[in-house]
């Protein structure tokens, strides 16, 4: 079986990926298993950029049989000309809570008028085969923003987004409804019908 290393240290993405990517033929591990994530800057200026740069910095640790799988995202609103964006952690600064930057995001579209309130969360993800080769895919869930956070079951712009067909936000629906949504379920399911099933 493959060994395929998450570029985290959250457990909680590490089995998500594992349940995303069964059937793959992959042992899925996370970074603890090369002596942790390192430290990275994340200075690109995309999504794609910011998941290479993570990659790269844990591939420089890892057997050279072994794959790596990292991923960067965030929340896009077209009225923001698709901000936050790679800043979606920071949108109010460097220490910035779920709160401060979900209050900064609904004062931002209270400034515009008739503000269009189409979103997505999109994720991009890059994996690095064992030759050194960088694959790219892209996923993103379509939604819109509510004027006010409701629900308490998701965590940072997950109250005021309700993804397309629901009027209920990500934080109303429950983990089980947003897994089968989300936008890194939805880049897992491009690299496994763009990519890994063909090679299977």
């Not at 570029?7 to 995303?20: I, Q």
Request: glycine share 8%; charged share 25%.
């Amino acid at each position: 079986m493959k060994q395929l290393i998450v570029a985290t240290g959250n457990a909680h993405k590490v089995e998500e990926f594992d349940g995303l990517l069964a059937g793959c033929g992959f042992e899925v591990s996370s970074a603890k298993v090369c002596g942790g994530m390192p430290d990275v800057v994340e200075d690109g200026d995309t999504f794609a950029a910011n998941a290479r740069i993570k990659a790269l910095a844990l591939r420089a640790l890892v057997s050279p049989d072994a794959w790596i799988i990292s991923d960067d995202s965030g929340l896009e609103v077209d009225a923001l000309d698709a901000a936050p964006g790679i800043y979606s952690a920071r949108y109010a600064g460097e220490d910035a809570s779920d709160l401060d930057n979900l209050n900064k995001l609904l004062a931002e579209l209270a400034k515009q008028p008739e503000a269009v309130r189409s979103a997505r969360f999109r994720c991009v993800l890059c994996l690095i085969d064992p030759s050194g080769v960088e694959h790219f895919f892209d996923g993103a869930c379509e939604g819109t923003i509510a004027k006010a956070p409701t629900g308490s079951q998701g965590f940072g712009y997950d109250p005021v987004f309700a993804p397309k067909g629901y009027t209920q936000s990500f934080a109303e629906l429950g983990e089980a409804t947003k897994s089968q949504l989300s936008h890194r379920a939805l880049a897992v399911q491009a690299l496994r019908r763009d990519w890994l099933e063909s090679r299977l």
